[in-house]
């Protein structure tokens, strides 16, 4: 590894291993708590934190270097593009004959909502929330857990003998591909590419039997399905698991020096552009609003050096979000409604899969001379329809 590389903090250890090796491969500097929303008449500054992504080269898990926030109140609202998301896997699932009509489920949701309880309905699953499962479904779950190793050994653990887990994974390899550092946030404790996870659960006795890739999040939105070795199922890694791990290490998902040169230089360019298109929006009198109060605009936000100056409000639909701010640039968070009439010139769109219900649901925006302008994570202008 080069020595430009600097080390993470004395006290950091891989989350999977437990090994003191690894090296700090994107650092975004001092950032507010991304799942903390204040009201106008809380006191500033914002607190700020260290955020840093570290890479180790025992487990060639990317992860959050150190969390000392305490997890906020959830208030997202689960997004068109994701319940879309959720009825493609259940169905690829079903279609490889991985989901047994009323046989146990486990769920394993993100904190901030989202599972498959919906779409498996029709399969008529009893649920349970401890002793065995035949099918464990872990939606964005396990990478909120700080020990790794403990939490990917509960869930093999709770697994039948001819079970199988379904994992649907933000993939790091999307992240370093279009270099989406805005993707590392609090509470998002590990980000998983194929060929680090196949290799931590080939460690505990499980393998890849499936693997299904979707265009949610930049290509990033994959589904991998594991069972175990000494199973029932006589499980072999699956043809599409070996080609992920295949496309992924040649793309230097586990060689430090080229997910650093990505993340940096997106970050850097990410920064400028923001930057330059805001300025650019004020000399010609532009008003400009934003959508979508995620975690994940915050470090956006307060790395390109946004105010209220620059960005009047932004939307959510999330109602527990209305009337609070934007941590660190105190930008006011308004309704959709609210949004539409203040008829803003140009609307910052911060999730990008969100455009096509958000067209849907706010013609007005277009219809009264405004413009979407997607950044994820540089801004383009989207022609009206």
């Known amino acids: 590894m080069s020595s430009t590389h600097t080390a993470p903090v004395e006290q950091w250890r891989d989350r999977w291993s437990g090994d003191a090796s690894g090296v700090v491969v994107l650092d975004l500097g001092e950032q507010p708590a991304s799942d903390l929303f204040p009201r106008p008449t809380d006191p500033t500054p914002d607190p700020r934190y260290r955020m840093r992504m570290v890479f180790s080269p025992v487990s060639g898990l990317l992860q ?196 650093t040169e990505s993340l940096h230089t997106a970050l850097v360019g990410s920064v400028a552009a923001i930057r330059a298109y805001l300025d650019g929006a004020k000399e010609q009198g532009l008003t400009v609003a934003g959508y979508g109060a995620a975690s994940r605009t915050a470090a956006l936000l307060t790395s390109a050096e946004v105010s209220t100056d620059d960005v009047t409000m932004i939307a959510d639909a999330s109602t527990g979000k209305h009337g609070r701010t934007m941590p660190g640039t105190r930008i006011p968070i308004v309704s959709p409604d609210e949004l539409v009439a203040a008829r803003p010139d140009r609307v910052l769109l911060f999730i990008s899969d969100l455009l096509p219900e958000v067209r849907r649901a706010m013609p007005g925006i277009e219809q009264s001379g405004g413009k979407w302008v997607v950044v994820d994570p540089v801004p383009t202008e989207i022609d009206a329809q």
């Open 64 to 259: 959050l270097e150190d969390d000392p926030t305490k997890p906020e109140e959830v208030m997202g609202v689960e997004p068109a593009a994701l319940v879309r998301q959720a009825e493609l896997c259940v169905a690829d699932a079903d279609a490889a004959g991985l989901i047994v009509p009323r046989s146990r489920v486990l769920h394993y949701p993100s904190p901030h909502g989202g599972s498959w309880r919906k779409q498996l309905e029709p399969f008529d699953l009893v649920e349970v929330t401890e002793g065995e499962a035949d099918l464990i479904v872990d939606v964005h779950g396990m990478m909120h857990a700080a020990d790794q190793k403990a939490a990917f050994l509960e869930r093999r653990d709770h697994l039948s003998d001819d079970g199988v887990i379904l994992f649907m994974i933000h993939n790091a390899s999307a992240i370093v591909r279009e270099g989406m550092w805005n993707a590392l946030k609090n509470g998002h404790f590990a980000y998983y590419t194929t060929p680090a996870m196949v290799r931590m659960a080939d460690e505990i006795g499980l393998v890849a039997i499936g693997a299904w890739s979707y265009p949610l999040y930049n290509n990033g939105t994959t589904m991998l399905a594991f069972a175990k070795k000494d199973g029932a199922r006589r499980p072999v890694q699956a043809d599409s698991v070996t080609k992920l791990i295949e496309e992924e290490s040649a793309l230097g998902v586990l060689d430090p020096e080229r997910v």
